[in-house]
């Protein structure tokens, strides 16, 4: 079946450095889904990228959808304490019976340090 | 828009007993509906996919005989866990998926279920 792997699982930045996670999936994705959630709380919509090698930002978060669509990545700039929590990146399968199930990734847990 | 409610928000109970999770679309249809369970610090694993008004398509690995999903109308689903026990303690997240927009198919999720068996 479809696999997600993202990385790191954790990572550690105090306030102001840079931030990645990255996404792979094992088969090609019709679209990918990135979520936050918070310590305690249920994922948020991030944003969704649907077409190949696409790039959008939000503020100080930029996506990136592969060329293959195979992998994505959030990078965060500057981060902030507000950015804590634990960001997953969810695959829609690419057509066939099981469209619309999202295939969640590890989850990369940010910390930032004052 | 797009706003999940679920309900209860937390819920105790004896083992032995069945306890039942509610998950409403407030804003929006949703013809289907997903089922999710998280343990701490861990990803969300998809149980089953809701289908309103068809029977719910489980995923390997889950007894439909112990998680019940019942999606009687556009915007509610059901989840039982019947005759709970401990090991199935856990985050107990629900999801909807959109009928709009060129993106197709961004789930919302509900705020989640924290399910403790004693």
């Known amino acids: 079946g479809q696999q997600v792997m993202q990385i790191p699982q954790y990572q550690h930045v105090q306030e102001g450095e840079d931030f990645t996670t990255y996404c792979n999936s094992s088969t090609t994705l019709s679209n990918i889904q990135w979520y936050k959630q918070r310590p305690g709380g249920h994922p948020v919509f991030l944003i969704q990228?649907?077409?190949?090698?696409e790039v959008k930002k939000q503020k100080r978060l930029t996506f990136q959808f592969g060329e293959a669509k195979k992998n994505s990545s959030l990078h965060i700039t500057a981060t902030q304490t507000t950015d804590v929590g634990t960001y997953f990146c969810?695959?829609?399968?690419?057509?066939?019976?099981?469209?619309?199930?999202?295939?969640f990734g590890q989850g990369t847990i940010l910390t930032v340090h004052p | 828009g797009a706003v999940v409610s679920q309900h209860p928000s937390r819920v105790i109970c004896k083992s032995g007993t069945s306890v039942k999770i509610e998950c409403r679309s407030l804003d929006f249809q949703a013809t289907t509906m997903f089922w999710y369970r998280q343990f701490p610090k861990k990803s969300l694993m998809l149980m089953a996919t809701s289908n309103e008004g068809s029977k719910a398509t489980y995923e390997q690995g889950v007894e439909k005989d112990k998680f019940l999903i019942n999606h009687a109308s556009l915007t509610l689903s059901t989840l039982t866990v019947t005759s709970a026990h401990p090991e199935d303690s856990s985050f107990y997240i629900c999801?909807?998926?959109?009928?709009?927009?060129?993106?197709?198919?961004?789930?919302?999720f509900g705020p989640g279920t924290r399910l403790t068996v004693l």
């Open positions: 969810a695959g829609n399968n690419a057509g066939g019976t099981s469209y619309g199930k999202l295939t």
């Open positions: 999801s909807a998926r959109t009928p709009w927009g060129d993106s197709t198919d961004t789930q919302y």
């Open positions: 990228l649907v077409k190949s090698g």
